[in-house]
């Protein structure tokens, strides 16, 4: 799997590559994927042509399958869409697209992203117990790449946090170096100094360091070279 998503893009298509196969394998004729990012739900893929329209009619009524299994964490499995009561008018709406039975399956959670994926079959009672234990097999690994995926993006936030984190550091040290020397006074007296009309000014103490070694200079500051990945 760890091979499957370095191999696709983006996350985006490695799991259109996956629902297309998940597709392939079972009885389904199509499937959405839904996450759930700030409590918004939303279809990131979708292969079949209809998942977009049902996933769009259960959220615009905040209930059906693919959110049941969203939130509950649990398979829900629709044998037959026209005898199906829950939920209010999407069954009806469904079926009149021509599907005949549905299954849900929840992604595991392995990070802060809930989602599902939501497979669809024209005849009804189409999923098998084969089918349900392949398309959950799936779903795992749905949930392992949206993971690896989260924690990548981490990765790559706390290094932008940390290259900006230096960047901070040397504009300091170097307005401390400066107020030391036309000054003479020791380092701890001089980033009192700083701070202090840090306070006093109301603006940040990065910002007050640059503007000094602006108006020394006549430029601003050349900050280090960020920190880059090893090849």
Same mark, same amino acid.
């Given at each position: ?20 196969? &998940?597709?392939? &394998? ?5 499937? +959405?994927?839904?996450? @759930? ?36 964490? @649990? ?30 399956? =929840?992604?595991? !959670?392995?990070?802060?992203?809930? +989602? ?6 024209? &005849? ?14 799936? &779903?795992?690994?749905?949930? +392992?790449?949206? !993971?690896? !995926? ?38 701890? %007296? !001089? ?7 840090? %306070? ?28 880059? =990945?090893? =090849?």
């Amino acid at each position: 799997m760890v091979g499957w998503l370095l191999e696709t893009e983006s996350l985006r298509a490695f799991l259109q590559h996956l629902v297309d196969d &998940a597709v392939a &394998a079972s009885e389904a004729d199509g499937c +959405g994927v839904t996450v @759930q990012r700030q409590g918004r739900p939303l279809t990131v893929v979708s292969t079949g042509g209809l998942a977009d329209k049902l996933d769009e009619k259960q959220y615009g009524q905040d209930d059906g399958p693919c959110l049941q299994a969203l939130r509950t964490g @649990q398979v829900v499995h629709v044998t037959d869409m026209l005898g199906e009561t829950r939920w209010g008018s999407y069954p009806r709406f469904a079926a009149d697209l021509g599907v005949g039975s549905a299954l849900s399956v =929840p992604i595991p !959670a392995r990070t802060h992203t809930a +989602g599902a994926l939501n497979f669809y079959a024209a &005849a009804p009672d189409a999923f098998t117990e084969d089918d349900r234990h392949t398309l959950t097999v799936f &779903a795992a690994r749905a949930g +392992g790449g949206i !993971a690896l !995926a989260q924690r990548l993006a981490d990765a790559e936030d706390f290094t932008r946090d940390l290259q900006a984190a230096l960047v901070s550091r040397s504009v300091i040290d170097q307005a401390i170096g400066a107020v030391m020397q036309r000054q003479q006074c020791g380092e701890e %007296q !001089a980033f009192d100094l700083l701070r202090r009309l840090s %306070q006093q000014t109301n603006v940040k103490l990065r910002d007050v360091c640059t503007r000094l070694l602006t108006d020394l200079a006549g430029e601003p500051p050349a900050p280090r070279t960020p920190l880059r =990945p090893r =090849p």
